[in-house]
């Protein structure tokens, strides 16, 4: 078997890869029958015709974009999209803005947070699973 991360050889029952140290089937760039480089989206290897195993973390992620996006579209004022996505200190700064700013504000400073709790939740569902998890699961981006 080989390592999807770095396409060296492993051993079948290893749980991690001795060359990266990533679990052998975490990433999606080789082969695990012959070790040629794939692209994210195939299915088949070019080389052996071997389908290629999708247990990428994409996949495999507790942090759904579909959840997200309507956590960040309904309750986007609160910041609950963010603490959904392990966010925080930016979940505290929504839910803190919506409620003291908006009781000072008479509810502008809410709607402002909901306004970008609205626009984050739509990004998130526009995004590719790819890209949500690359972009918000993996790197944690904290603002759209």
């Known amino acids: 078997m080989y390592c999807r991360n770095c396409g060296n050889e492993i051993n079948e029952n290893a749980e991690i890869c001795p ?4 679990k052998p089937l975490a990433e999606k760039n080789f082969c695990q029958n012959c070790g ?5 989206n195939q299915e088949i290897c070019v080389k052996c015709g071997v389908k290629l195993q999708n247990t990428s973390n994409i996949l495999t992620s507790s942090k759904s974009k579909i959840a997200a996006g309507i956590l960040g579209i309904l309750l986007g004022s609160l ?11 930016p979940g505290i700064i929504m839910l803190l803005v919506s409620i003291i700013g908006g009781i000072i504000t008479l509810g502008i400073a809410a709607g402002v947070m909901g306004t970008i709790g609205l626009i984050e939740g739509i990004i998130y569902l526009t995004k590719t699973d790819e890209d949500f998890y690359e972009i918000y699961v993996k790197n944690k981006k904290t603002w759209f």
């Open 36 to 40: 040629v480089e794939t692209k994210t």
């Open 79 to 89: 910041g609950i999209h963010k603490f959904y996505l392990g966010y925080t200190v």
């Open 19 to 22: 060359s990266c140290g990533v």
